[in-house]
């Protein structure tokens, strides 16, 4: 059985943090997660990439701000994003996939992933 669940999120200030965790439920030792957010209005932007192995790339616009953790055994995965500013208020989604590491972050695509969390609101006033 796969099964994909997100938690976290919720509203702060600018320049507060916050936290979301992804876990997967699967007993494969290879896979490949990610997060997503999008904004009303705004195209949906891939954020972070994670392999089971613990390869990990970050979009431009949170690279230095967000940090993403791997419980490779449990298929968790939790993200510290911190100096949070308004533009960082989005839809956020988790996906995943098994049985393969991420591919090359300029070919990896939402339609790429076979699986999808729930989504959890990130809001971040100024």
């Known amino acids: ?17 916050l936290t979301l965790s992804c876990v997967f439920t699967t007993t494969d030792d290879r896979y490949c997660m990610g997060w997503f957010r999008q904004a009303p209005g705004k195209e949906r932007e891939k954020v972070i990439l994670i392999s089971s192995d613990g ?5 431009d616009s949170v690279k230095g701000r967000y940090t993403v953790s791997l419980d490779s055994r449990a298929g968790t995965v939790n993200l510290q994003m911190n100096d949070l500013a308004p533009e960082d208020t989005a839809m956020y989604y988790c996906a995943a996939n098994r049985f393969f590491f991420c591919p090359p972050w300029g070919r990896t695509t939402a339609a790429w992933f076979g699986y999808w969390g729930q989504g959890t609101q990130v809001t971040v006033s100024s």
Do not use: D, I
């Open 55 to 59: 390869s990990t790339t970050y979009a």
């Open 1 to 17: 059985q796969v099964e994909l669940a997100q938690s976290g999120g919720g509203s702060v200030q600018s320049g507060g943090s």
